[in-house]
């Protein structure tokens, strides 16, 4: 398989990842409140959510590459945030 079909095998299934959590939910139970709370309840699915693009565009050859990086990055700066928040609460 190329990179690019493992790139579209990828986004398939981090849409499907992103599609649970955002309705069924991760199973991380949020005891914060203000931005704590909204951090721990959508951090996780916001994270899926830029690489479910990041991964369809690598697949599709589509968007200057500075747009797939920053879709990346933007995916590991969410899951760190929500991973501290989640630590730190």
């Known amino acids: 398989m190329t990179g690019r079909r493992w ?9 499907a990842v992103t599609i649970v ?7 991380v139970e ?3 409140t203000g931005w704590r709370a909204w951090v721990i309840d ?14 369809a565009l690598v697949a599709l050859n589509w968007g200057p590459r500075r747009l797939r990086d920053a879709l990346f990055w933007a995916a590991l700066a969410s899951y ?3 991973m501290a928040t989640l630590l730190t609460r």
């Open 42 to 55: 959508y951090g996780h699915t916001i994270t899926w959510a830029f690489l479910t693009v990041a991964l």
């Open 80 to 82: 760190a945030a929500f």
């Open 21 to 27: 959590f955002a309705t069924i939910g991760d199973g």
């Open 7 to 15: 790139a579209g095998l990828g986004a398939v299934v981090a849409l």
């Open 30 to 32: 949020s005891q914060g």
